[in-house]
């Protein structure tokens, strides 16, 4: 869906994108990850066209965006950032409905469609009449999400969408737009810097540094076979953790159930979360309870900590 071909863009006598090659397939979420001024920036706003490159070419669905006057690739390619960018006099239903109109849709349409999207948000219909001032900032995210959607695009581009928010809020929206991704199958390239981020939500990650690519993988692959010194370097030392809550107890083979005097863990647990719990009262090993309230078996920490590694 998304191909870049030996992208290059310069600025002057420094080079921001030296060479990038990759592809987003259809529906997949891929994250840009990397230090500040590594170019992934730059890479993303290069697909639609907010700046022009100097060598190389881009495709959108088999198509190279050059074909296209820059206005109108956009209005098909979602788009939210950081600083949300919503227009302060608009209420959060026409800064929701500014493409749709733009593309000429029927009234009734665009109202349908921004009730959906509220609710696909979770925000309350009532808020169709806010401001943009009256919006706390988590809010206001949820509409720049909604409005990057709302012309059902089959691609969106974010850069850093929650990293003005603070953690809490930031957790949140971060676990809910992964739910949104796997239902509405979008294809997604998100930028970040926060390797959290980035293998929480990444079903790839394309580690970049000094504009070029440095690995492309998911995360356990970056985990379990770093590319290069930087790799393991960039990622830390609790890169293996950071992969353990990308998966539930349920991803790893239950063993027998163990006695009654282990903890008990739902099935939805994080194998961080479980992890956590053993070393915390002091057990080797836990109870997962089904979805019927039983005991369906058990997990040790040999299990959690060697299991993900077998794991794909």
């Known amino acids: 869906m998304i191909e870049l071909r030996d992208v290059v863009k310069r600025y002057g006598a420094s080079t921001a994108i030296d060479g990038v090659s990759l592809v987003v397939g259809r529906g997949e979420l891929a994250v840009l990850l990397g230090p500040s001024g590594c170019g992934k920036t730059t890479t993303l706003r290069a697909i639609n066209r907010m700046i022009e490159i100097d060598a190389g070419e881009i495709l959108v669905d088999g198509r190279p965006v050059s074909a296209s006057p820059p206005d109108e690739l956009r209005r098909h390619i979602g788009y939210a950032i950081q600083s949300v960018g919503l227009f302060p006099h608009m209420t959060v239903e026409r800064n929701i409905a500014t493409v749709p109109r733009l593309l000429g849709w029927e009234r009734s349409l665009v109202e349908a469609r921004v009730r959906e999207l509220l609710q696909l948000v979770g ?89 070029r690519v440095v690995q492309d993988g998911t995360p356990e692959e970056l985990w379990r076979a770093p590319a290069a010194p930087f790799v393991k370097e960039f990622f830390g030392p609790e890169f293996g953790l950071h992969v353990l809550s990308r998966h539930r107890v349920t991803d790893l083979p239950l063993r027998e159930a163990p006695d009654g005097r282990a903890p008990r863990i739902e099935s939805g647990t994080t194998l961080r979360d479980a992890l956590a719990l053993m070393v915390t009262e002091g057990a080797e090993c836990v109870a997962v309870i089904g979805d019927d309230g039983a005991v369906a078996g058990g997990l040790t920490i040999e299990d959690v900590v060697t299991g993900v590694r077998r794991t794909r």
């Open 123 to 211: 925000l309350a219909p009532s808020y169709a009449a806010k401001r943009p001032g009256e919006l706390s900032g988590g809010e206001a995210q949820r509409v720049g999400v909604a409005r990057a959607l709302a012309a059902d695009p089959p691609v969106l581009l974010m850069d850093e969408p929650f990293g003005a928010l603070d953690p809490i809020n930031r957790e949140n929206l971060q676990r809910e737009f992964a739910q949104l991704h796997r239902r509405l199958g979008k294809t997604v390239l998100f930028v970040t810097h926060d390797v959290e981020e980035a293998v929480l939500l990444g079903d790839r990650i394309v580690l970049m540094c000094e504009g």
